[in-house]
């Protein structure tokens, strides 16, 4: 329509959140450095800014190249104060994801508990757009395992009250990771199951490949690797393969 700047700052970054939460990493990458190249221009620390370095840091998460995130968050002075204006993922909680990626697991819960305290006395609980409570679950997990389940178990019954399909499952996903040894192939079980139902291709990916290694099952494994092949998530592509590896030497 002949608009420039924000405007189509915002058109391109939002539709690189699309992107991501359909697993589509590489194309969703694009889009939001495009988005933030233009609100570059717009300024810093405005909220089109904010959006475009948001999506584009859990973007490049998702894709597995932590330090690639960590150097652009310095870059853009990605942190406190963050801004008051409701940005799509929440800016705070990718931040803390970022330091829970960098195994910073005390600086994340700091930051995810203030989340909580932002966001719940505003009504804000969807895990799909929010997901503080799995985030947290991760990072209190080894110091605190029967916290981390509680939270986890909230943050499922908030997913099925929603009814999404991808929220489910990775709301399963994060809860078998927390869960006792002998519940996990069960809820990676019911992740895989609700994830087939969804476009979220990453979170199928991350699903199969926790099942797989669980299971110890190559098959599983391999639909875990060619699936992040598809979305562009490198790390874990890697991942499913060395795992594969070793499954092989192990059997031969």
Request: charged share 25%; hydrophobic share 45%.
């Amino acid at each position: 329509m002949g608009w420039h700047g924000a405007h189509l700052s915002f058109a391109y970054s939002l539709r690189a959140y699309l992107r991501h939460r359909r697993g589509r990493l590489t194309e969703a990458e694009e889009l939001a450095r495009a988005g933030l190249r233009l609100a570059e221009r717009v300024g810093r620390r405005t909220p089109v800014h904010w959006y475009a370095i948001t999506i584009l840091i859990t973007t490049l998460l998702g894709r597995g190249r932590t330090e690639e995130a960590w150097q652009l968050a310095r870059e853009h002075e990605y942190g406190e104060p963050f801004p008051a204006a409701v940005v799509f993922p929440d800016s705070q909680t990718v931040y803390a994801e970022l330091l829970l990626a960098a195994g910073d697991r005390k600086a994340a819960a700091v930051e995810l508990e203030a989340v909580d305290r932002r966001l719940s006395p505003r009504g804000i609980q969807n895990p799909a757009w929010c997901p503080w409570r799995l985030l947290l679950a991760r990072a209190v997990a080894p110091e605190d395992p029967a916290r981390a389940r509680t939270l986890a178990d909230e943050a499922l019954q908030r997913a099925r009250a929603y009814g999404a399909p991808s929220a489910i499952g990775q709301a399963l996903r994060v809860s078998a990771e927390v869960a006792p040894p002998g519940r996990r192939a069960a809820l990676l079980t019911e992740a895989v199951t609700h994830l087939e139902d969804s476009p979220a291709a990453h979170e199928l990916a991350r699903a199969l490949a926790a099942l797989g290694t669980e299971l110890r099952d190559p098959d599983l494994l391999t639909r875990a690797r060619l699936t992040a092949r598809t979305c562009g998530a490198d790390a874990l592509e890697a991942d499913t393969a060395q795992a594969l590896t070793a499954f092989a030497r192990g059997a031969s």
